[in-house]
């Protein structure tokens, strides 16, 4: 943490912090102290029966904040190097914002989800706002870490969370009509720790149109052995007392439950489920680096890494998907090959063949360079408007004017210029065209290592092949200050959390 940061937490009192709390991840831990120094109203507002679970980051946090609190609320997370996400528009919900930090002791994602108004209902739809924040957050307590509500006022918004989650009658015809063994985890430490008396005091003050008798009805209807004609009967009525609160009429509302449902279905089948999106726009990230280097493990770590929470894509400039195109040229090329072998075959004067054949091999690789060229410049088009959409692109094999081996014009290498005819010259413009438009990435890693390391670990390939990409790398001057260089011969582990740390202070 930067030292001039007014948010950062001197090294001596987190690592109290952190012997107190062994399983606190660090990032939370320093979230948690600054709120506290801050002195800000807010709570950690459900599922306060696994808050260890919370604080280790393996759920989120969800934190409700007073609205006069929210701009300090956000320079804080802002300051601790949070990053705002934006949620699939069929799941964005009025007053409730994402972030994500990174722990860099671990290298997990933390998410911090921000609710300034409590909405709630079925994950779906989420069709109601109970506007008790002023009176929930006003009875909360410190805990260790979170600040969180009074039991009672936990309890009242628990049980209306359930009942529409899955005592609603379309909840229960798809099946969804069972309290699933977590939430009843929760019920069962929620409910001894409530006095009833203090509870029905609050739904008299805060919630009247839930009475007693109705909220007990509602409670009841949460038990195991409870029918499911009653479930239904229990969450019409509630439905019906909340329907001043709700955000859209109850017959829409079952209707996008049920058409989220079945297109949710159809998009996990297809493992297209929609993510979530940076809202400061995505970027491209391009991690170069020579045969040994690492470079396809750190490109599949980093994926997983992200891909979890985000859009991103994989993608392999080096390899880009053939258009029909090139899938013409390449069957040309093929019927060329079988021609001349066939004209080989049946000629006393092979020689003379090959030299009157217009179809050299030097040409046909020319040919294959120009669409290579604009497969490349193709895929680039596509991985440019999916992170100006907000989405994450990790590249192996970027071009660049740097790396002349691979992945960049190549033509004017295979034919000399003075053996170069109107055509060939031709085709070179024409390649050089294609990348010319791909810039250099928003974020630019190089994994350097040294040739002869490279050469021990990539035993499957050629030693001498692999040697001269590696050492092409090795030897070009990196020095731009936009450029990450990594030393690629530190351990995976260390490797990974350099590259993690720097990608996140840059998104």
Same mark, same amino acid.
């Given at each position: !943490?930067?030292?001039?940061?007014?948010?950062?937490?001197?090294?001596?009192?987190?690592?109290?912090?952190?012997?107190?709390?062994?399983?606190?991840?660090?990032?939370?831990?320093?979230?948690?102290?600054?709120?506290?120094?801050?002195?800000?109203? /807010?709570?950690?507002?459900?599922?306060?029966?696994?808050?260890?679970?919370?604080?280790?980051?393996?759920?989120?946090?969800?934190?409700?904040?007073?609205?006069?609190?929210?701009?300090?609320?956000?320079?804080?997370?802002? $300051?601790?190097?949070?990053?705002?996400?934006?949620?699939?528009?069929?799941?964005?919900?009025?007053?409730?914002?994402?972030?994500?930090?990174?722990?860099?002791?671990?290298?997990?994602?933390? %998410?911090?989800?921000? %609710?300034?108004?409590?909405?709630?209902? %079925?994950?779906?739809?989420?069709?109601?706002? @109970?506007?008790?924040?002023?009176?929930?957050?006003?009875?909360?307590?410190?805990?260790?870490?979170?600040?969180?509500?009074?039991?009672?006022?936990?309890?009242?918004?628990?049980?209306?969370? !359930?009942? #529409?989650?899955?005592?609603?009658?379309?909840?229960?015809?798809?099946?969804?009509?069972?309290?699933?063994?977590?939430?009843?985890?929760?019920?069962?430490?929620?409910?001894?720790?409530?006095?009833?008396?203090?509870?029905?005091? =609050?739904?008299?003050?805060?919630?009247?149109? #839930?009475?007693?008798?109705?909220?007990?009805?509602?409670?009841?209807?949460?038990?195991?052995?409870?029918?499911?004609?009653?479930?239904?009967?229990?969450?019409?009525?509630?439905?019906?007392?909340?329907?001043?609160?709700?955000?859209?009429? =109850?017959?829409?509302?079952?209707?996008?439950?049920?058409?989220?449902?079945?297109?949710?279905?159809?998009?996990?089948?297809?493992?297209?489920?929609?993510?979530?999106?940076?809202?400061?726009?995505?970027?491209?990230?391009?991690?170069?680096?020579?045969?040994?280097? $690492?470079?396809?493990?750190?490109?599949?770590?980093?994926?997983?890494?992200?891909?979890?929470?985000?859009?991103?894509?994989?993608?392999?400039?080096?390899?880009?998907?053939?258009?029909?195109?090139?899938?013409?040229?390449?069957?040309?090329?093929?019927?060329?090959?079988?021609?001349?072998?066939?004209?080989?075959?049946?000629?006393? %004067?092979?020689?003379?063949?090959? =030299?009157?054949?217009?179809?050299?091999?030097?040409?046909?690789?020319? @040919?294959?360079?120009?669409?290579?060229?604009?497969? +490349?410049?193709?895929?680039?088009?596509?991985?440019? +408007?999916?992170?100006?959409?907000? $989405?994450?692109?990790?590249?192996?094999?970027?071009?660049?004017?740097? #790396?002349?081996?691979?992945?960049?014009?190549?033509?004017?290498?295979?034919?000399?210029?003075?053996?170069?005819?109107?055509?060939?010259?031709?085709?070179?413009?024409?390649?050089?065209? /294609?990348?010319?438009?791909?810039?250099?990435?928003?974020?630019?890693?190089?994994?350097?290592?040294?040739?002869?390391?490279?050469?021990?670990?990539?035993?499957?390939?050629?030693?001498?092949?692999?040697?001269?990409?590696?050492?092409?790398?090795?030897?070009?001057?990196?020095? =731009?200050?936009? #450029?990450?260089?990594?030393?690629?011969?530190?351990?995976?582990?260390?490797?990974?959390?350099?590259?993690?740390?720097?990608?996140?202070?840059?998104?």
């Amino acid at each position: !943490m930067n030292a001039r940061n007014p948010l950062a937490i001197s090294p001596l009192l987190s690592q109290v912090r952190s012997n107190d709390h062994p399983s606190t991840l660090e990032l939370i831990d320093r979230l948690c102290e600054c709120l506290r120094k801050e002195d800000l109203t /807010y709570c950690h507002w459900k599922s306060n029966n696994a808050l260890d679970r919370s604080a280790s980051g393996d759920n989120d946090l969800d934190l409700l904040v007073r609205r006069t609190d929210v701009q300090r609320f956000t320079e804080i997370l802002y $300051g601790l190097g949070f990053k705002l996400a934006l949620a699939p528009p069929a799941m964005h919900l009025p007053g409730v914002l994402d972030y994500y930090g990174h722990d860099e002791s671990t290298g997990r994602l933390v %998410h911090v989800h921000a %609710h300034y108004q409590l909405i709630l209902g %079925h994950d779906r739809t989420k069709n109601y706002r @109970l506007p008790i924040e002023e009176p929930f957050l006003a009875s909360v307590t410190q805990n260790d870490l979170f600040k969180i509500p009074s039991p009672e006022f936990e309890f009242i918004v628990f049980v209306i969370r !359930m009942i #529409i989650k899955y005592s609603t009658w379309d909840a229960i015809i798809a099946r969804q009509g069972t309290l699933p063994d977590g939430e009843r985890r929760e019920f069962e430490y929620l409910h001894p720790r409530t006095d009833r008396t203090q509870l029905h005091d =609050q739904l008299r003050k805060h919630l009247p149109s #839930i009475d007693s008798a109705l909220f007990d009805a509602c409670v009841q209807s949460l038990q195991p052995n409870c029918s499911a004609w009653t479930r239904m009967h229990v969450g019409r009525r509630l439905q019906k007392e909340l329907r001043p609160f709700a955000r859209r009429s =109850q017959a829409i509302d079952s209707y996008l439950k049920i058409e989220r449902r079945i297109v949710r279905g159809i998009r996990r089948r297809l493992r297209r489920l929609p993510k979530k999106r940076f809202a400061h726009a995505g970027v491209t990230i391009a991690l170069v680096g020579g045969d040994g280097a $690492g470079k396809s493990t750190a490109i599949q770590e980093l994926y997983d890494w992200v891909s979890k929470d985000f859009e991103a894509i994989r993608v392999h400039l080096g390899k880009p998907p053939w258009s029909w195109t090139t899938y013409s040229v390449r069957g040309a090329l093929k019927i060329a090959r079988l021609l001349r072998s066939s004209l080989a075959r049946n000629s006393t %004067h092979r020689g003379d063949i090959d =030299q009157k054949s217009p179809v050299v091999p030097r040409y046909s690789r020319v @040919l294959w360079s120009v669409c290579a060229a604009r497969d +490349r410049y193709r895929l680039y088009v596509k991985t440019r +408007r999916f992170a100006t959409n907000g $989405g994450l692109v990790i590249c192996d094999r970027y071009p660049l004017e740097q #790396i002349k081996l691979m992945d960049g014009p190549q033509v004017e290498q295979i034919i000399k210029a003075d053996e170069m005819n109107s055509v060939v010259k031709l085709l070179a413009r024409l390649e050089k065209k /294609y990348y010319r438009p791909i810039t250099p990435p928003e974020i630019l890693i190089v994994l350097k290592v040294d040739p002869e390391i490279a050469v021990r670990r990539k035993t499957d390939e050629n030693a001498n092949s692999v040697r001269v990409r590696s050492t092409e790398i090795w030897e070009l001057d990196w020095q =731009q200050t936009e #450029i990450m260089v990594v030393d690629a011969s530190q351990s995976k582990e260390q490797v990974l959390s350099e590259l993690k740390s720097y990608i996140w202070s840059i998104l």
